[in-house]
C-alpha cells in the first residue's frame, strides 16, 4: 500500500514538472515568436541578434528580469506586493491539471473539469485587484479596477459559453467532451455552437487583457496598468501567468469546440489517427490569432468593451443555449449522441 503510494505520488510529481516545465519553455517562446510575427506583418525584422536567428532572446530576457532589482513603492502593502503575481500565476498553471493532451494523458481526469477550469480561471482577478492595491499608486489603481470589471463581465459570457457545451455533451470532464466529438471535422461542436465558439474565444482575448481589450495596460493613459510598480522577477511572473492564460485559452478552445486530440479526417490512415500532435496544432492556431489581434487592431474604448460584454455576447449565449437544447432533444443534426 505504502509502495504504491509513493509511486502515485512520484508518478504525478513528473507529470507536475513535465506540464510546468512545459508551460515556461512554451511561454518563452511564445514571446519570440509574438515579436516575430507582429515585426513580419509590420515589415520589420524582430528579434535576430541573440543567437542563431534570435533564438537565444527568449534567455536574454529571463535573465534581465531576473537579475533586475524588485522595488517596493513607499507606503506599500510589501506582502500583498509580493503575492499579488504569485496569485496570478499559480491560478494560470492550476487550470492545467485537468487538460487532457491526448486520450488518458490528464493529470486529474475530474467529473467536474469544466466547473474547475472555470474556477481557476476566475481566481486570476484577485491577482490584478491585490497588485493594484498594494502598490499604492493611482495609476496601478486605475488600472486594476479596470481590469477586473473587464475580467468579470467577460467571464459571465464565458462561463454562459461554457454551458453550451455541457448542454451539447452532456458532462462537465474534459476528456469526455473530447470523446464526444470523435468521428471527423463534422462531429465538432463548433458547428451547432459557432456563436458560443466565437465568443468563448473572444472573451478568453478580453481575460488575458490582451489587444485589443489591454485598456488595464493603456500606456497612453495610465502608463502600465496594475503592474505598472512591478520590475524584476515579481514582473516576470505577471507576464508569466498572462502568457500561460494565453495558452490555456487556446488549449481549452481547441479542447471544446474543435474535438481536442481527434483528427479533422475521418478513416483509418495515418493522417486521421487521433494524436497531441492535433491538440498542439489546433492550439498553436488560436495562440497566432492572439498575435495577430495585436499587430492589426487598435485598443477598444472602455465602453467599447463593456457595451460589448453586456449588451452583445451576454445575450446572444443565453438564446443559443436554449437553440442548442433544442437541436439535442429534436436531435437536429449529426453532433448527437
Known sequence: MIETLKFLIFDNLIYILAIVIGVILTVAYLTYFERKVIAFMHARMGPNRVGPWGLLQPFADVLKLLTKEIIFPKNANKFLFLIAPIITLATAFAAWAVVPFQDGWVLADINAGLVYVLAMTSLGVYGVIIAGWASNSKYALLGALRSAAQIVSYEI?????????????????????????????????????????????????????????????????????????????????????????????????????????????????????????????????????FFWFRASLPRYRYDQIMRLGWKVFIPITIVWIMVVAVMKVYHIGPWWN
Open 157 to 289: 459570457a464565458m462561463g454562459f459559453a461554457l454551458v453550451g457545451v455541457l448542454v451539447a455533451a452532456g458532462t462537465l470532464n474534459l476528456s469526455d467532451i473530447v470523446r464526444a466529438q470523435e468521428g471527423g471535422i463534422v462531429n465538432w461542436y463548433v458547428w451547432p455552437l459557432f456563436p458560443l465558439f466565437i465568443i468563448y474565444y473572444i472573451s478568453g482575448v478580453a481575460e488575458t487583457n490582451r489587444a485589443p481589450f489591454d485598456v488595464a495596460e493603456g500606456e497612453s493613459e495610465i502608463v502600465a496598468g496594475f503592474h505598472v510598480e512591478y520590475s524584476g522577477a515579481a514582473f516576470a511572473l505577471f507576464f508569466l501567468g498572462e502568457y500561460a492564460n494565453m495558452i490555456i485559452i487556446s488549449a481549452l478552445t481547441a479542447i471544446m469546440f474543435l474535438g481536442g486530440w481527434f483528427s479533422p479526417f475521418p478513416g483509418d490512415s495515418w493522417i486521421a489517427q487521433p494524436s497531441i500532435f492535433w491538440f498542439l496544432a489546433k492550439t498553436s492556431i488560436f495562440l497566432y490569432a
